[in-house]
Every structure is written in C-alpha cells, then in structure tokens.
C-alpha cells in the first residue's frame, strides 16, 4: 500500500435505498474497494493531502463524491453530471449481464470475446470519468477504473 498523502484510505457508499445486490454485483464491489484502498491516487484540487475518506453516491443523475480527511475533516463535495456516462453504463450492464451468463454455459473462446467488450467499455467509462473529474481530483487509471465500478454499482436497484 503507498503511503502517499494523495490517496484513498475509506471508501463507502451512500446507497440507503438497496437491500439487495445480486451476488455478482457483490463481489464487483467488494472487489473494486479493496482495490482502490490497496492502490490508488487521489488528489483533490487546492488540497494539500490526506490521506482521504470518500463517500460516493448518486442523487438527481449525479454522482456526489463527498471527501474527508481520514480524521473527518471536510474537504469538499465533487457532484459529477453522469449524463456523459450514461451510454457507457447501459451498454456495461447489457454485456456484464451476457458475461455473467456466459460463464455458466459457454467456451472459454466465447467467454473471452465477451469478456474483452466488457473490458473495453469499462475502460470507455473510467476515461470519461478521469476527463470529467480532472479539473477537480486527479486520478490515476486504475483509481478511475475502480470509481466507475463502484458507479456502476450504485446504478444496480435490486
């Protein structure tokens, strides 16, 4: 783990609304936050350093990432249009949906071309992301790849 100031230590999601996920939604989040808490980069603008406490929620097709200091001090709140990500996340779900079901019945062969769309379009999001926060955190890839998960996760109702 990189100790670096300019990184995300907690990480939770403002989804009071959800009382189930499917199992494999779970585990995408369940990975993506031990991920992004093993590795990222964070760097509020105008923000000498943490390390740092997100909340990422979703309200009015925004996503709210409401940023602490890891002892509680507010930094700021980053609402971000998801307008230019909406696209990106209909299709992302269409082909994980197809992959999750791939996997119980197809070829490796068929599960693997699956597999790289399924790819492709989450590193379509997590580039859009990047571009649309850069003016306020910068971000690593991977630490943007795992916010588009988690995005992701909180666009799954039931």
Known sequence: MSESKHRIVKIE???PGVVYRTRDVEHERAVAIYDLIDSNHFAPAGHAGGP???VLGISE???ILNIRTADGTEVGEVPLP???LRRVIKDYFVVCE???QAIKTLAPAQIEAIDM???ALHNEGSEILRERLASRVDVDENTARRLFTLI???HVRG
């Open 61 to 63: 097709n925004r996503a």
């Open 152 to 154: 992701c996760v909180l």
């Open 13 to 15: 999601l403002d989804d």
């Open 117 to 119: 769309g399924r790819r």
């Open 52 to 54: 740092y406490h997100l």
């Open 98 to 100: 197809s992959y999750y």
């Open 82 to 84: 998801l307008s230019s």
